[in-house]
């Protein structure tokens, strides 16, 4: 059993670094961006949130940054501009954290940002990233982490460890991405390097729910989280880790202690911390696999 879970999280690694070595042309990061834009938050050295919502106009100005409830064009055409705003907050503060900017971007307005990307144009958002940033630039190495795809390994494991045991779906909405970015000084003198260091987290909530006569009851949720560490000035991937969050019960429903603690322990035994490290022993785990599959 033992072995069989080590292989589980190996190959989820695999598929993780896998996807993330794509060009971001092959992946759905332009895409979910504009989606998950309101639910990325960007951390600095001492976890202050430092990409902000409301973004000043060229005249200093702050505009609302919460959606009202319009109907027709006027509300779509708010929502684009939230939706810029917070696109633009995102790119702005990670290119300045990351120490990924050139004469472009560092002169870069909120007016000239909504000049070249269209929300609901994806090509223009990646035209955008690739233009500004290349394929291989920081910013677009951390926005690889941040997108459907990047998931999709953690969740099809967890699927896997809950098969037969519960059903579940995701709780719309969420979704949220944590990314914490710190400097890191090393060397003295002539060999002073400033570096940065990166951590990419994804938290999701589920919900179990049980089916009524005409309507489905929430049972409980619960919370996991998925974390990408980076290498020094996200060079590569350095670990990756998936982990049980927090366990919330329906108020509603009368629930006993040890019912409440039974479902607490199954969740627990079932969805253990694990930390995978890119290191030589991975390494040389895939080459193994990859032979094996190749002489089978």
């Known amino acids: 059993m033992g072995n069989q879970h080590g292989n589980a999280q190996q190959e989820m690694a695999e598929a993780v670094r896998n996807i993330w070595l794509k060009d971001i042309s092959e992946l759905p990061v332009s895409k979910d961006l504009p989606r998950l834009a309101k639910k990325i938050k960007i951390h600095d050295s001492v976890n202050d949130v430092i990409n902000y919502i409301d973004q000043p106009t060229d005249e200093g100005e702050l505009k609302p940054s919460t959606p009202t409830e319009i109907d027709g064009t006027v509300g779509e055409q708010h929502r684009d501009e939230v939706l810029n705003r917070c696109m633009y907050s995102i790119v702005m503060s990670m290119s300045q954290e990351l120490r990924d900017f050139n004469q472009n971007m560092s002169g870069m307005t909120l007016q000239m940002f909504e000049r ?32 459907q795809s990047i998931i999709a390994p953690p969740v099809t494991q967890l699927k896997k460890l809950l098969l037969d045991k519960i059903d579940y779906k995701d709780v719309k909405g969420e979704w949220t991405i944590n990314i914490h970015i710190s400097p890191v000084t090393t060397g003295h003198g002539e060999d002073r390097r400033e570096d940065v260091s990166v951590i990419v987290a994804h938290r999701k909530k589920e919900q179990v729910l049980v089916k009524r006569k005409i309507t489905y009851e929430l049972v409980y949720q619960f919370e996991w989280e998925f974390t990408i560490r980076f290498t020094r000035n996200v060079e590569d991937i350095e670990s990756i ?19 409440k603690q039974d479902i607490k322990n199954m969740l627990k035994d079932i969805i253990v911390d694990q930390t995978v490290t890119y290191d030589e022993q991975f390494f040389k785990k895939s080459l193994k696999a990859a032979k094996n599959k190749k002489n089978t």
């Open 116 to 147: 070249e990307i269209n929300v609901t144009d994806h090509k223009s958002i990646q035209n955008f990233l690739t233009r500004n940033f290349g394929n291989n630039g920081r910013v677009v190495k951390v926005l690889k982490a941040c997108n």
């Open 241 to 259: 880790s998936l982990r049980l969050g927090d366990i919330l019960f329906n108020g509603e429903r009368d629930f006993k202690d040890e019912e």
